[in-house]
């Protein structure tokens, strides 16, 4: 296999990780944001996956009901949403939240994840779980599987809907904002998250079930658009929020915040204000290699994409770049394949990389011309220029 298939297979690979999880380090911030009450908390760039804060990040806790994300993207990557699916009898009665569902009702599955997220209904958890899982143990299984897949660490799901059945139902802070940045990047869930009322059907009555979304964030926040709401006994107040700015979007979690709504506030003001995004490369810039090679005339590398990335101001001094090349000579036979990637450092850490392809630049025969006409008469310039100066 040569160099250059190996390199095609590898960009694959790494778009695939860059998707599922994104790079992902830590800042080391030189402030923090105003006092939480969270016991834990933190605060994640949802495109890049950096986790921009951390309180007792790592820390296993309860929380409850933010659960649902993670019942809420399986289901929407597992199953089809205009499916009709119809609620089993353990789905019914289930306590806490509800969408009051009925025995053998039938809705869609859509209809079902806007019950399941905006008024946190556990007969919808229970309902989606069955349906894509078989079984609720099955979905949990799911589940898990999918946190694994995202790098949640230190996670493992019991259930679909949060309920505190089992001291072996946990996350944290940083796994849950890894979460939340992994879904909010699936247009389906976006949707339904930022959603503040939704009419559903409700069989056998007169009118629609109305839904209101519990998360007041998407009022009381300016560019507030998700996520989810949680609460029980043991866990206490939990609170995924997300809101963007400027095309930009943030995700924050709040977990025992007696205060959540203004913790999750003063949180994304921080997280806006302290770390802009830096563009490190465009699509198509010319990149330098930093090795020896050999580069035949009329032949440049260029980003295949762009790469942008949240630092404070006090961090661009610590950036780097590496150019990582797959050939040592580079020919204008060369154009248009993937031949190297320009890696970016934060200190020590790999923060991101873009592929790189050859470009060749062929002059015309005209452009060839005009420049030797422009040299020559450049030149002749510099005679006379350099003549009547000297005299």
Not at 207 to 236: E, F, I, P
């Amino acid at each position: 296999m040569n160099v250059r298939k190996q390199l095609s297979g590898v960009l694959v690979v790494f778009l695939l990780i860059q998707l599922l999880i994104g790079p992902g380090t830590l800042a080391k911030a030189a402030g923090s944001p105003p006092g939480l009450s969270a016991e834990g908390a933190a605060l994640i760039d949802v495109t890049s996956g950096r986790i921009l804060y951390s309180k007792n990040g790592t820390k296993k806790m309860r929380i409850a009901s933010l659960t649902k994300t993670m019942t809420a993207i399986v289901a929407i990557e597992m199953g089809k949403l205009d499916t009709v699916v119809t609620v089993p009898p353990e789905a019914v009665g289930v306590e806490g939240s509800s969408i009051y569902l009925k025995r053998s009702e039938k809705l869609t599955l859509e209809e079902l994840l806007y019950g399941l997220m905006l008024r946190s209904g556990n007969d919808a958890a229970v309902t989606i779980a069955t349906h894509i899982g078989g079984s609720v143990p099955g979905f949990t299984y799911l589940m898990n599987e999918k946190a694994a897949l995202i790098g949640m660490e230190h996670t493992n799901f019991t259930n679909p809907h949060g309920l505190d059945d089992s001291n072996m139902h946990y996350s944290t802070a940083e796994d849950m904002a890894k979460l939340s940045a992994y879904a909010l990047r699936n247009p389906t869930f976006r949707q339904i998250v930022s959603t503040k009322v939704k009419d559903i059907s409700w069989e056998g009555e007169e009118w629609d079930r109305r839904l209101l979304n519990k998360n007041k964030m998407l009022h009381l926040y300016n560019g507030a658009d998700g996520v989810k709401t949680g609460y029980t006994k043991l866990a206490k107040r939990c609170l995924a929020s997300s809101a963007t700015r400027d095309g930009r979007q943030l995700a924050t979690i709040t977990l025992n915040a007696s205060d959540d709504w203004n913790d999750s506030a003063k949180l994304l003001d921080w997280g806006f204000a302290n770390f802009p995004l830096k563009k490190l490369v465009s699509l198509g810039q010319n990149v330098q290699p930093q090795t020896p090679i050999t580069m035949e005339a009329g032949t440049h590398l260029v980003a295949m994409n762009g790469f942008q990335y949240p630092l404070q101001s006090s961090e661009e001094s610590v950036m780097r770049t590496r150019v990582v090349m797959g050939e040592s000579n580079v020919t204008a036979k060369m154009d248009g394949q993937l031949v190297g990637f320009l890696q970016f450092y934060l200190k020590e850490d790999m923060i991101g990389q873009v592929p790189l392809k050859v470009d060749v630049t062929e002059p015309t025969w005209t452009s060839q011309a005009e420049s030797s006409t422009q040299t020559f008469w450049q030149k002749v310039w510099n005679l006379v220029a350099g003549g009547l100066w000297s005299a």
